[in-house]
């Protein structure tokens, strides 16, 4: 199909949609999503002149992107970067591996019988009901969080305070590193998927020329892989119940995992765990401070608490989108989509469609049922959906227990980012029990 067939978007629109501030700015991004959602909703966006990167299409409706997330036969993970990135980020991964755009294999890079062998390398591990042995270690990180908190007084910026150590803390725990270890594995993290927002982003990899990137990256690389061989040689002589034994010993067609797939195992792991309960966890704060009636409700009714953690996570859609190629030629929402074509599945867009959420930008705990879209669908759904939202229940009983009222102490800040987004700032008043 010749490109000037498709129903490509204007320049300004299209700019909109892959520009890292507009994530910050979000209400008028809502309001172009309502657009396109209506006139557009599945829009062909050329680059402009100050993002090069591949087109793609834009999926906007939630039925639209529920269905191309089931479909994982048509919808593939593992031809093109599974991520939106600029033409010369896509450039720079082929160059380091040899030819892939994944920087890293992993769960999230792989199709098929693979991905399905892979996933159920540790998918026991991430069911509620193995979660409860590390209940009391989440509780010991939540109370420990709480108790930083309130030392630091009544004025509070939360997510410097609680959202945004707290799940790091608790993925590295479940990982098996030691606390002393967490900076250079957060700023390894940095350093290989090099978040967009300055400020949340301290490796300083964007400021440096391309040579030195290339040689940060490669050296982070083998960072990681030093460090989690010599984790990996621990846990296969004295295996422990934490994930990284599990990784570890895990065995795939009667062989052990090589290096670079057990590598890339702990890396998801490191890099999707973390951000995204942060985001969430901001969030669900956030709609409380805005509402101190609801932060006294739940206080005294802890059923409420469930509805809130579930909510927050549809209203802040941490993960803004992920990207799929098409196997063949086939259609979605009635517009003709090639072999090879580029989609993006926009979770922000879907999550706010009208068709399925009334009042959508409405934070409504009691929103029943709550399908979101947040953890996405089908077989690449979110592994650790059960630990995130146990993190997060965890963490707002200890605070319940020991705060009596929240309020908002200063306007919140969003980070710039079309990936993984939400708050970078929240400045909050709190009044202990
Ligand atoms: C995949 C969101 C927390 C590990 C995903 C996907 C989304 C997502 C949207 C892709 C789903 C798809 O393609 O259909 C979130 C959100 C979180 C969160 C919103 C917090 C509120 C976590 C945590 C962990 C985790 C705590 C683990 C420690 C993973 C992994 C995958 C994944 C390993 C890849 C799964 C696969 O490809 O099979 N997540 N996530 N996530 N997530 Fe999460």
Redesign the pocket.
Known sequence: MATMDRPTLDRETAREVVDPASYAAWDPLLDTFDRLREENPVAWIEPGEEYAHPPFWLVTRYDDVMRM?KDNATFL?NPHTVVFSLTEGIEFAKAMTGGSEHLVAS??TFDGPI?MKY?KLTQEW?MPKNLRSVEDEIREIATAAVDRLLAEGEEVDFVKAVSAPY?LHV?MQ?MGVPEEDEPRMLMLTQQLFGGQDDDLNQSGIKNLPPEAITQLVAGAVADFEAYFAKLTAERRANPTGDVASTIANAVIDGEPLNDRDMMGYYI??AA??HD??S??TAGAMLALAQDPEQWAKVKADRSLLGGIVEEA?RWT???QH?MRTAAEDTEVGGQQIAKGDWLMMN?VAANHDPAVFDNPRKFDAARSPNRHL????????????H??RL?MRILFETLLDRIDSVELAGEPKRAKSTFVGGLKTLPLRLKAS
Request: net charge neutral.
């Open positions: 997330s993970n769960l999230v991905h996933r991430f799940p993925v479940i998801i792991l999707a765990g995204t309960t985001a969430s996570i859609t941490p993960v992920f979770y947040a953890f996405g669908a089908g077989a690449h759904q979110c592994l650790g959906l630990l995130a993190e």
